[in-house]
């Protein structure tokens, strides 16, 4: 759930609306009268995984108060084309208001739900963990990384703050793995982990040298990852081994049984296809 988040994301909901409102919704006030009334259902038309049903529901919250907002499934349920995800009732005006943010909030999560589940599918008997990464939507990565845990997968790091990740870029800067390992591990609490992508065998025996707690082996081909996860065994039974770099749903099943723990696949969160739902009103109820 997104407990603990709800004032965050009230905020951020605001700030959407204000985007798309601004000033009114002209269209509704010019061509429906006031306190008209209806009822609304939003339903799928696509099959795929629910993914921010709450968050549909916290949208029409803001918009009015006095709409009423009936869940009919919930989050990380499987749906298919025609199923009543929820019902809204109230001003007809306030409904409009809120359609359209409710509706790609929903929409996007679902999506990501959706794609993550074809990925956990494709592990299924594995031990190996799916998980994302940073490549999010600015301003939405609170969202996709719940839809991507809707979905059945996990989240890396959330930030740049909640965990040391040496890269290339980090180990040119300190002059090397070794150098970067010792700086973080002098300065980082001692429940922080410290993890380091390598590209090539001569770098894995460097990061294991250097004591890293979690390797990341970067665009390896399948025979290095064999070889790169059996020195890491071998040497380093504790260290955990995650595997990045170019993941498809064709491939990752593959990589998997080269024996690493954790894939990390940012086509989870940046490269989907939303979920087509819709809100439909059916039934005045005065105005």
Known sequence: MLNGYNEVLKESIKGWLQEDVGAGDVTSMMTIPAGHKSKAVIHAKDEGIVAGITVAELVFQIVDPE?????????????TKGTILAEVEGSTHRLLTGERLALNLLRRMSGIATRTRTYV???DGLSTRLVDTRKTTPGHRLLEKYAVRVGGGHNHRFGLYDAVMIKDNH????????????RARAAIPHTMTIEVEVESLEQLDEALEAGADIIMLDNMDLMMMRE??????SRSPHVKIEASGNVSLATIRGIAETGVDIISVGRLTYSFES???SLDLNEKKGG
């Open 67 to 79: 709409l009423t907002f009936k869940a009919c499934v919930q989050d990380g349920d499987a749906v």
């Open 121 to 123: 599918n494709a592990l």
């Open 171 to 182: 180990i040119k800067g300190a002059g090397g793995i070794i150098e970067a390992v010792q």
């Open 228 to 233: 790169a996860t059996q020195r890491i065994h």
């Open 275 to 277: 979920l087509d739902i």
